[in-house]
């Protein structure tokens, strides 16, 4: 296999995102559209350079997180494409394989258009261009071609009338015989109309040297750049339409598909059914047979076979679900695992805990995990039975098959198979609900009255 370095440029301000962010740090399905493209050329075994722009130290630290390894290399001025790819010169005049043209805002490109690439290259091909056909070619390069090879690349302010008439585009992908690459790169000239270096005029170049320069075809949706904010939302529909057909190819049941929203990572097994308006955030793997009922935001969790979750439930933090849970609606649970078979039905949260196996939690149950400055552990074991509107005041240990009695406040550990208390004594007063209506009505009255009405 030919050996493969990726050069990604990730130089651009952004400025049309009007933010005080990168335009390649901000997300497409949970993850910055880096580190997509990132992930992308490793997937395909490449090596990794990013060329960055001045004062970038956020994406360099994005992209070291995701590749510790990679070459990165800064362009102080921006001249143009051909001037980025100049700056990792130590990268490339070391490649001993194929060099890959890859651009930081466009998160979407395939492995497979990588693979295609390179097959091109491995065939004989000394420059590889990627095309589109985008509904409105206005603002793109068009590709000037011949039969299966490429002309030239013409800028859409450098072309005339009938080459604006074209279609076929340039994505701005590249991939180059190393030697091709080398030969070619400083000889690229600004003479055109922004005063740049355009890496699209090695084509030009190669085609002089009698080198062979073929093109393919990507589709257009996979080939958005993302430099405004609706180029971003364009790019996040996209990617959300490629992630619900790959769901349901893979064995889940999608009730409404536009309505679920997955991230990057999102892992589901099979004959898993999900309701609509459902929101999956990054780190969530979901196992065989589990029902997410409609309005339910899961992130960073764990879901056990034949779980069963929701509506309206909310789940983060670390969770670990265990086989056969069920938690209902307006149940809430961070950085806490549940046991196989235990059941939160109704109005609860759980943080911070370790619950055990078969439990009930009663509705309206807290566990009170956070006193202003730590936050600490509740422990219940298996068998156990909260009652309703239970505060479990953290850290505590509730025993196996344990009960609280609803309306309890828990503030001291329940030995295993105790009944514990932890409310004022019921006292009733016979014939003084009067009496007490009584008073309201006069204190109403007496409120009406200062207000002259």
């Not at 001045?54 to 390894?69: I, L, S």
């Not at 800028?155 to 991939?175: P, Q, W």
Request: hydrophobic share 40%.
């Amino acid at each position: 296999m030919t050996e493969l370095l990726s050069i990604i440029l990730a130089a651009g301000e952004g400025t049309r995102m009007k933010s005080s962010v990168p335009k390649v740090l901000h997300s497409v399905g949970g993850l910055p559209v880096v580190s997509h493209v990132l992930r992308t050329a490793k997937a395909a075994g490449s090596t990794i350079a990013v060329v960055v722009g001045p004062n970038h130290e956020a994406v360099e630290q994005a992209v070291t997180r995701f590749e510790a390894n990679a070459h990165i290399s800064k362009q102080m001025e921006r001249k143009g494409t051909a001037h980025a790819v100049q700056q990792a010169r130590a990268a490339f005049e070391a490649a001993a394989g194929h060099i890959l043209v890859l651009y930081a805002d466009t998160p979407l490109v395939t492995r497979e258009t990588i693979a295609e690439i390179t097959e091109r290259l491995d065939g004989g091909a000394d420059i590889v261009v990627v095309g589109f056909r985008p509904d409105n070619p206005t603002g793109y390069g068009r590709l000037l071609t011949e039969g299966n090879r490429v002309l030239a690349i013409r800028e859409h302010k450098d072309a005339t009338e009938e080459e604006r008439r074209i279609g076929l585009c340039n994505s701005g992908i590249l991939g180059f015989r190393g030697d091709t690459l080398r030969s070619v790169i400083d000889r690229i000239d600004n003479k055109n109309a922004k005063g740049e270096y355009y890496l699209t005029d090695a084509i030009e170049l190669a085609a002089g040297d009698k080198k062979r320069v073929d093109f393919i075809e990507a589709d257009a949706d996979e080939l958005v750049g993302v430099d405004n904010r609706v180029k971003l939302a364009e790019a996040e529909a996209t990617f959300q339409e490629f992630k619900r057909i790959e769901a349901m190819e893979n064995g889940v049941t999608l009730r409404d598909p536009k309505t679920t929203w997955f991230s990057w990572d999102t892992e589901i097994g099979r004959d898993v059914t999900i309701f609509p308006n459902v929101v999956f955030g990054p780190g969530v793997k979901i196992a065989d047979n589990v029902e997410i009922r409609a309005f339910c935001d899961i992130e960073d969790a764990v879901i056990g076979e034949g779980a069963t979750i929701g509506p309206f439930a909310r789940i983060r933090g670390g969770a670990e679900l265990g086989p056969d849970v069920h938690l209902g609606n307006f149940v809430e649970v961070k950085k806490s695992k549940i046991g196989a078979g235990t059941k939160a039905g109704h109005l609860s949260y759980l943080g911070d805990a370790e619950i055990g196996s078969k439990t009930n939690i009663g509705a309206g149950t807290i566990t009170c995990n956070y006193d202003g400055v730590n936050k600490d552990k509740t422990i219940i074991g298996d068998n156990a039975f909260i009652g309703s509107n239970a505060s479990l005041v953290a850290p505590v240990t509730i025993g196996n098959g344990a009960y609280t009695a609803s309306g309890s406040v828990i503030t001291q550990d329940v030995p295993d198979d105790a009944l514990a208390f932890g409310r004022a004594r019921q006292e009733t007063k016979p014939g003084y609900a009067p009496k007490l209506r009584e008073l309201a009505l006069a204190k109403k009255a007496a409120k009406l009255a200062a207000k002259g009405k």
